[in-house]
């Protein structure tokens, strides 16, 4: 195996070596524990986890999130193999997600991935997401789907995070408090409420953050408003009503560094970013309706409404055409039938649906000179997407141990820009997809404990309006096309001596017309590689060597490869090389110490391999290894109320890395200064309280 750093004198130690040290050998257990089964709706068909033909990570975020800063989603899915996170620090540019490496291109936000929050996309018909509006303080449970997911929810090849927030009639109490503080004066409150009566349900969270950041120009003042009321009717019916609000009056946006300014200041911000004032100001309002109702035994149906509004507003950290704003409508509905059927002598389980969603932006863009002053309109555009599918899964017991798991949909999607500035041409345009997607997959329950499985499905994903747009102007380009995913997959997960499980998914996925980015004058564009290939294995173990200690350790090896692609810009073949911003390896490790006494101490360790910065491969960044560590202890202060305190240190040895890499920029530069490079954050501490009731 060849180095992951390239940085001299820095060892290796294996994800061997280190399930090695991190797991005591299961055969001295004294005692048995038996795990609790987790079941899994996000697939569509609610199965128990043993039975789910594909890779899947389950997180409680109640436990994942103790004693942490709760900043962003990758506090709680770093835990998760096959995925990369990065940008936790950047609240002007969203956290970037990416699975098996699809969404790594995204220049900000999720791209590639479906993202669900208590049943609601915050995906866009186009394909992209925002992360920003989902307050981590009210999260109970993530479930992540990696690999082609399309034929579940449509236009993604990377596959789904579901996340499922609090409830009031599963709170473990009625009321809560939490204040907190750190490093780079942090300061965060978060208060929620709940609580049932009778057939009622009802959960209020509110949070409110503010952080200066370690880099100059990184300051954010964000607030999190999140409600949930259920009603439950006779014949076993739900209806529940929830509503959330997202209010950033300002997140700063430092800019990228070259790798020079990055290693000489790492806290500086560049200069038009500081001279411009770059940033964003955020407000968002969502108000969803989710009905579900039992008809018989096994049958049952579930439908669901939602509208949200986005108001959007940016300065980028460049001058001339880099002045945003729009105002978004998304609105869509949605209904699944769920049912079982005995038909040639097999029993099969199903669900059918169908689902619509609409895009509305009225979009406007500027240009400012050096100083910040507006020097006139750029763009005056209305944008329109919609999307709409039909789906069906089956699973079909082809034997007591054996499970058939078949799925397809149809999708159609269509975008459609109306350009109201005209002085400069028309750059309307309008484009659809019809698309098709499939799965198949077989279970093999080996044994109560222990289960193996294959499968293939297809996965598509079409270019946002972003990437669309045409370098040589006048509209949509016209040779930029979706692309689409062929994968396939063979896992096995299960529990050893009751006190080791483990999760292992060896996958190969094949892809056709990888949209992939290129910069021309300072403004990024899209393009049609011929063909990518990922492959690779995603390892999870979980060992609990007692009640009171666990330990936990994901590991992913991957090759993300171009398989036939001349990069134009760069007038370079670039076949066998890796895909850009993508690791080799990823390693997590925790250890978790949860003694009766009230007290926790935990402690990570997180190794993120090299990366390359552009397709070209020119130029190499090393891997690193953070070290965070937290610990705290809660009271019984009265027979209704608990008291729990708090401290952390993230980045304990005070590494120097970089917390985001945007990949292919500058590439018309010398190689010296490709690549933008945002130093994440020294050794910090933080700490908090909070009150139970």
Not at 36 to 50: G, N
Not at 125 to 140: C, F, R, T
Not at 213 to 225: A, C, I, N, P, T
């Amino acid at each position: 195996m060849t180095s992951l750093l390239h940085r001299p004198g820095l060892r290796l130690i294996t994800p061997l070596t280190l399930a090695a040290l991190a797991l005591p050998t299961a055969t001295t257990a004294q005692t048995s524990t038996r795990l609790d089964t987790i079941t899994v709706e996000s697939t569509r068909l609610t199965r128990s986890l043993q039975d789910i033909p594909g890779a899947v990570s389950v997180v409680d975020a109640r436990a994942a999130q103790q004693g942490q800063q709760r900043l962003q989603l990758d506090e709680s899915l770093a835990r998760v193999p096959g995925l990369h996170l990065q940008n936790r620090y950047n609240f002007a540019q969203n956290q970037r997600l990416s699975s098996r490496g699809f969404g790594a291109r995204a220049p900000f936000g999720v791209r590639g991935l479906r993202i669900r929050v208590d049943g609601f996309p915050e995906t866009l018909p186009d394909g992209q997401s925002q992360v920003d509006s989902i307050d981590l303080d009210s999260v109970e449970r993530i479930s992540v789907l990696r690999g082609a997911s399309s034929v579940l929810y449509g236009n993604a090849t990377g596959g789904v995070i579901d996340i499922e927030t609090a409830r009031g009639d599963t709170l473990p109490h009625s009321g809560q408090i939490s204040v907190a503080g750190g490093s780079d004066a942090l300061r965060k409150l978060h208060l929620h409420h709940g609580g049932s009566n009778g057939r009622q349900h009802h959960y209020v969270g509110i949070t409110g953050l503010h952080y200066h950041g370690e880099r100059d120009q990184s300051e954010v003042e964000k607030y999190l408003f999140n409600t949930r009321l259920g009603w439950h009717f006779s014949g076993q019916r739900e209806l529940q009503l929830l509503f959330s609000a997202l209010d950033i009056p300002y997140g700063e946006d430092p800019g990228g560094l070259t790798r020079q300014q990055a290693h000489q200041q790492p806290r500086q911000a560049t200069a038009m970013a500081t001279r411009l004032d770059a940033g964003q100001v955020v407000r968002q309002q969502r108000l969803g309706l989710l009905y579900s109702e039992q008809l018989a035994n096994d049958h049952h149906w579930r439908a669901r409404a939602f509208v949200s509004r986005r108001e959007f507003d940016q300065q980028l950290p460049f001058p001339g055409s880099s002045l945003i704003d729009y105002q978004r409508w998304f609105y869509g509905a949605g209904a699944e039938y769920h049912g079982r059927a005995q038909l040639f002598g097999l029993a099969h389980r199903l669900v059918v649906g169908a689902e619509i969603e609409r895009q509305e932006d009225d979009r406007g863009r500027r240009s400012v000179n050096a100083t910040g002053a507006v020097t006139g309109v750029t763009a005056d555009e209305d944008q329109a997407a919609t999307s709409a599918g039909i789906f069906i899964q089956t699973d079909t017991a082809l034997a007591d141990t054996l499970i058939l798991s078949l799925g397809a949909r149809a999708d159609r999607i269509e975008l459609r820009i109306d350009d109201h500035l005209l002085a400069d041409g028309d750059d309307s345009g309008r484009q659809h997809f019809n698309e098709g997607s499939y799965s198949a997959g077989l279970t093999w329950l080996v044994h109560a404990d222990h289960s193996l499985y294959a499968t293939i499905s297809s996965a598509f994903e079409t270019p946002t309006f972003t990437e669309l747009a045409n370098p040589a102007g006048g509209g949509f380009d016209p040779n930029l096309k979706p692309q689409k995913a062929l994968n396939r997959e063979l896992g096995a997960r299960g529990l050893l001596g009751n006190r080791l499980s483990y999760d292992m998914a060896l996958f190969n996925v094949q892809v056709k017309d990888e949209i992939t980015p290129y910069e021309i004058s300072g403004r990024t564009f899209y393009r049609n590689a011929a063909r990518t290939r990922r492959e690779g294995l995603e390892l999870s173990l979980q060992h609990f060597a007692s009640d009171t200690f666990t330990t936990t350790l994901a590991w992913t090896w991957a090759q993300y490869r171009f398989d036939r692609f001349v990069d134009a810009q760069q007038g370079e073949d670039v076949k066998g090389n890796r895909l850009p911003g993508l690791p080799r390896h990823m390693l997590f490790a925790e250890a978790a110490w949860r003694p009766h006494s009230g007290w926790f101490v935990i402690g990570d360790v997180r190794y993120l391999g090299d990366v390359y910065a552009e397709n070209t491969n020119d130029t190499s960044v090393g891997g690193h290894t953070l070290v965070n560590t937290r610990a705290g202890r809660s009271w019984q202060v009265s027979s209704r109320q608990t008291l729990a305190l708090h401290v952390g240190v993230n980045n304990v040895f005070d590494r120097q890395y970089y917390a985001n890499l945007r990949i292919n920029a500058n590439s018309d530069r010398p190689v010296a200064d490709r690549g933008y490079f945002e130093p994440g954050p020294g050794r910090t501490f933080y700490s908090g309280a909070t009150l139970t009731w």
